[in-house]
T-cell receptor, first 114, second 113 residues
Framework: KQEVTQIPAALSVPEGENLVLNCSFT??????LQWFRQDPGKGLTSLLL?????REQTSGRLNASLDKSSGRSTLYIAASQPGDSATYLC?????????????FGTGTQLKVEL | DVKVTQSSRYLVKRTGEKVFLECVQD?????MFWYRQDPGLGLRLIYF???????EKGDIPEGYSVSREKKERFSLILESASTNQTSMYLC????????????FGPGTRLTVT
């Protein structure tokens, strides 16, 4: 059974700092990996998706890497801002008979302080 | 722009009531999902559907059923609500045969008293 772990569970940094969020998974037979952001009481917003054949994806100040063989992904946030404060979730995808299933980590709660 | 909507943001129901949560997507996606999210447990998959009238159990289907009569609509049904079903419920959808990037609705906070 796939298990996804995110460390740390919570992180507080000063504005402007570069930071790395970690995600590890136990079964490397994944189709792809997706990073999400969730604001309090809201749904999830997709940030980046990395296919299993890719090593990294970038969007603005965000860069996600994937090392499938070791079961690890990182989300790098450059020059953090207070608006980045949210919970960040990673999820790994496998294909099923007719569709696909995601297994989620429990998230890293990020606070960026002025 | 991709859009997944859920019928209610907040819902309060009594124990034993039958509860319907509705989800609609306007992207012509084949796959739709219902999750619940609880502190410390993360998101857990209740049911998913990869086509109209098709459904598969997720990790925690007990106490729930689903209905997908039209491609754009996926309903979650609590046959007899219980207090342990108090949670945040999230609906999502993906397109088949692609990256399967998943798009989420805003969530329904259900309280069962």
């Amino acid at each position: 059974k796939q298990e996804v772990t995110q460390i740390p569970a919570a992180l507080s940094v000063p504005e402007g700092e570069n930071l790395v969020l970690n995600c590890s998974f136990t079964d490397s037979a994944i189709y792809n990996l997706q990073w999400f952001r969730q604001d309090p009481g809201k749904g999830l917003t997709s940030l980046l998706l990395i296919q299993s054949s890719q090593r990294e994806q970038t969007s603005g100040r965000l860069n996600a890497s994937l090392d499938k063989s070791s079961g690890r992904s990182t989300l790098y946030i450059a020059a953090s801002q207070p608006g980045d404060s949210a919970t960040y979730l990673c999820a790994v995808r496998r294909l099923t008979g007719g569709g696909n299933k995601l297994t989620f980590g429990t998230g890293t709660q990020l606070k960026v302080e002025l | 722009d991709v859009k997944v909507t859920q019928s209610s943001r907040y819902l309060v129901k009594r124990t034993g009531e039958k509860v319907f949560l509705e989800c609609v997507q306007d992207m012509d996606h084949e796959n739709m999902f219902w999750y619940r999210q609880d502190p410390g447990l993360g998101l857990r998959l209740i049911y998913f559907s990869y086509d109209v009238k098709m459904k598969e159990k997720g990790d925690i289907p007990e106490g729930y059923s689903v209905s997908r009569e039209k491609k754009e609509r996926f309903s979650l049904i609590l046959e007899s609500a219980s207090t342990n079903q108090t949670s945040m419920y999230l609906c999502a959808s993906t397109r088949s045969g692609s990256s399967y990037e998943q798009y989420f609705g805003p969530g329904t906070r259900l309280t069962v008293t």
